[in-house]
């Protein structure tokens, strides 16, 4: 019997053990992720020249956000979706500006079923939405269909960069230290002829995000005031009309002396009555949602 005994107990003790090695061996795996290094291109879809322009790049935009910005791309995933291929990326290498799990900023596109997935951990979880995630796909999907790779990586990498300069949910403010008659300067975006393009200033002036700034509502706004001048012009050019119906009639003379009704026909119409569905398919947009390791993020997903 204590020989059966001793031996429950020594299995009890190496199942301990395990419990007790496996963190250990899952932050030694994390701790062996360079956190520097934020282009990992294992499709080859980039130069060197490319990879080492964005990868300086995102290092002085990461610095200035307190964030990692990471360019990912594949040839399959596994098997797996590429929302939760990026979830497992993270859980598993622990990226971050100045901390493992921190900061991060995610861009992944898998060559081989035209996805694309745009994430954002802890503070950029925050300042990267849904939304505004939402919008930088919509903006480096057409250079990311058309091939130029290296075009749509440096949107993201300004974009990204510049939505964070902006608290969620604010409207436009003036920037601190921002000049708009000069000084600091502003964002001078991409520049292909001499690498990826740089901030002046530390903060943009307006919010990308201001439905004053779309051409559309500019457009909506013009038409109604001009359509509002020229009803109230057209309005007063004529005379006032002082002659009615009532003018010509002797209401003490007046009166209806006969009426009738004629059955003129009949129309019967037939309507179908709406099904129930409820159905909706849609081309991305996909948001975030919680890794298997617990940390939750914002998302977007689509296809280029």
């Known amino acids: 019997m204590s020989g059966i005994r001793m031996q429950k107990q020594g299995f009890l ?4 053990a395990l419990l007790l090695l ?3 061996g899952i932050r030694a795996k994390a701790e ?3 956190r520097n290094h934020y282009i990992y291109d294992y499709a080859e879809v980039l130069t ?4 080492a322009e964005l990868q300086a790049l995102s290092s002085k935009l990461g610095e200035e956000r307190d964030t990692a910005f990471i360019i990912i791309t594949v040839n399959g995933t596994d098997g797996k979706e590429i929302k939760q291929y990026v979830e497992d990326f993270y859980d598993e290498h622990a990226p971050g500006y100045d901390q493992p799990h921190g900061n991060t900023a995610i861009l992944t596109i898998d060559m081989q079923e035209r996805d694309v997935y745009l994430a954002g951990f802890k503070k950029a979880e925050q300042y990267l939405d ?15 269909s058309a091939g130029n790779y290296f075009q749509a990586f440096s949107a993201f990498l300004n974009t990204t960069h510049e939505y964070m300069g902006y608290e969620p949910g604010n409207g436009p403010e003036e ?7 000069g000084g600091t300067g502003g964002y001078t975006g991409y520049d292909p002829g001499d690498g990826p393009g740089e901030y002046s200033g530390n903060e943009p002036s307006v919010n990308p995000e201001n439905i004053l700034f779309k051409w559309w509502f500019q457009l909506i706004a013009a038409i109604t005031v001009a359509g509002v ?8 050019s004529g005379g006032r009309v002082t002659v009615n119906a009532q003018t010509y009639i002797d209401s003490n003379q007046s009166k209806v002396i006969s009426q009738y009704d004629n059955f003129v026909r ?3 119409t037939k309507q179908r009555k709406p099904s129930n569905n409820n159905t909706h398919s849609g081309g991305g947009g996909s948001g975030g949602g919680i890794t298997s390791g617990g940390h939750s993020h914002s998302g977007s997903s689509g296809k280029f």
């Open 266 to 268: 009949q129309t019967v």
């Open 22 to 24: 496996l963190p250990l």
């Open 229 to 236: 001048i020229v009803t109230i012009i057209a309005f007063r």
């Open 175 to 181: 920037s601190k230290g921002y000049d708009p008659g």
């Open 130 to 144: 849904d939304g505004r995630l939402n919008s930088i796909r919509d903006h480096i999907t057409p250079d990311l």
């Open 13 to 16: 003790f190496l199942f301990m």
């Open 48 to 51: 060197d020249q490319e990879v």
């Open 32 to 34: 062996t992720f360079d």
